[in-house]
């Protein structure tokens, strides 16, 4: 299954937006609070759906009363938050071997009644796997920014459970880590036991070998009853004592990994490879260094070619590895007038701007603005962060210099009044100078040649 695209009304804080997805990799960007985790949200509470009359606990929500866009209304000092009407989310997507689009909507309070499609597919596989046959089934996991320590702990058992527990928690933001261990852990006895080798731990293997750099192996050590990764450079690790990093990467790799393994038995040791699907990561640069950030879309594309992954991240490493990805980026909403829907005004190729303004959805960032491009020219160009390379205090003082010496002109030609405001002004732009002696003293001494000398006492010489 691929999402093609999604529109929201009145949900939190998007009054009215489309926007359409990437096959394989979309990747959202803006500034905090601009609403990318708002986005996997309602993709979550979407796909969720699908779920519907299945007995598997997938941690999915639908829409709730605090969902509603509320709008701020000030009245004679008193400020109410009145919830927005016409609250509904809508998506589209794509199934295998089918041309058309299958599209359900929600809304606030309803059971699904225009899902019902939607539904169906999902109760039709799951009939399927009752009978005891082995329908490809679809990965749908939602990974949060809180993965690293919101945990859920409530593995009870370790015997095999039904197929379609591996959707356990897949919607719930929070990781599910432990069931991960616990699976590892049977599968290798049982594979010692048999003395054959059983393809799903190699599945994960295979991933973690593809994802995580210098991984060599990836077993469930027996004696240290722990999962245990090697790595070059740190050699033989226990899986909890992981780097933050490394442990975020480790977890969500073998988790995507280990789910298709169990959801799709029927290709073997090829199941990461050939399991369709769609994957949410919130901050999906989280822990990583800037090195790591450049290569993870490439190695999540490699290890798992069929997903359909759907990031948000703030990071421009990852902005520039994005290579046969769709970058959105979601500060370019425009705010619509009323009866119009949100239009992106970025400066676009004429056909994405075309292409956005027919049919009211978000326009992707071209190519051309980051691909083969310094991280400088990204930052300036796409994340509207001006002079990069400068640090906010570098700017901040490079700014107040440059304006110290444009008063200092200015005062030369100035009236007695308008010099004392010109002072007042020049005494706060030489404010944050004050620790470095020397060039506080000359700019003390410019003022002195302009004029303009510091006033002992207040405004007037
Ligand atoms: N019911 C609501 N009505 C209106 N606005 C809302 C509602 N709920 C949340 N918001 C707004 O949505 C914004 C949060 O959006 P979101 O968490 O998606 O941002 P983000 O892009 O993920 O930010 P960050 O990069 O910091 O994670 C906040 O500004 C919040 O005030
Ligand atoms: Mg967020």
Redesign the pocket.
């Known amino acids: 299954m691929q999402i093609k695209q999604i529109e929201m009304s009145n949900f ?2 998007y009054e009215s937006a489309r926007i359409q997805f990437h096959p394989q990799f979309t990747l959202l960007i ?1 500034n ?7 986005i996997l949200d309602a993709l979550a509470m979407l796909l969720s759906t699908y779920f519907q009359g299945a007995q598997v606990v997938t941690g999915g929500t639908t829409l709730r009363k ?5 709008i701020v209304i000030e009245k004679e000092g008193q400020v109410f938050l009145e919830p927005a009407h016409g609250v509904w989310l809508k998506a589209s997507a794509v199934f295998p071997d089918e041309d058309h689009a299958v599209e359900w909507i929600r809304e606030l309070g309803d059971r699904g009644g225009k899902a019902k499609d939607f539904i169906a597919k999902g109760a039709e596989v799951r009939e399927r796997v009752a009978k005891g046959l082995s329908p490809e089934l679809p990965l749908l996991c939602y990974y949060g ?1 809180g993965r690293l320590w919101e945990l859920h702990r409530d593995v009870k058992t370790e015997r095999p459970g039904s197929q379609l527990d591996a959707y356990r928690y897949c919607l719930d933001p929070k990781s599910d880590q432990y069931v991960l261990l616990k699976w590892f852990k049977r599968l290798t006895l049982s594979e010692l036991q048999r003395k054959t080798e059983i393809p799903a731990l190699q599945v994960v293997r295979d991933a973690i070998l593809t994802c995580i750099p210098g991984a060599k192996n990836f077993i469930f050590d027996i004696n240290e009853g722990a999962l245990v990764i090697e790595l070059e450079r740190e050699g033989i690790v226990r899986f909890g004592d992981l780097s933050d990093g490394f442990r975020n990467m480790v977890a969500m790799v073998a988790d995507i990994a280990h789910r298709c393994a169990k959801l799709n038995p029927q290709f073997g040791g090829a199941a990461a490879k050939r399991t369709k699907g769609t994957i949410l990561i919130d901050e999906i640069d989280l822990h990583l260094h800037p090195k790591w950030q450049r290569r993870v879309i490439p190695d999540l594309k490699s290890a798992f070619p069929n997903i359909q992954f759907i990031a ?1 991240t ?1 990071s421009p490493f990852i902005i520039q590895s994005a290579h046969a990805v769709e970058v959105i980026d ?1 500060d370019n909403f425009m705010t619509s007038l009323p009866g119009e829907e949100n239009i992106a005004k970025q400066e676009s190729t004429a056909e994405h701007v075309s292409s956005a303004q027919q049919n009211n959805m978000a326009a992707v960032v071209p190519e051309t603005m980051y691909a083969d491009k310094s991280i400088e020219d990204i930052v300036e160009a796409v994340m509207d962060v001006p002079v990069p390379q400068r640090s906010h205090r570098y700017q901040e003082m490079f700014d107040a210099a440059k304006e110290y010496f444009l008063l200092l002109e200015e005062g030369k030609q100035a009236s007695n009044e308008e010099k004392n405001t010109i002072k007042r002004r020049l005494d706060a732009l030489s404010a944050p100078f004050s620790e470095n002696v020397a060039y506080h003293a000359f700019l003390e001494m410019e003022r002195v040649y302009a004029g303009l000398k510091r006033s002992p006492e207040g405004d007037d010489e």
């Open positions: 939190r804080k803006g905090n609070a601009s609403g990318k985790t708002t605090s969902d509603a866009r509320y920014a948000t703030h979601l």
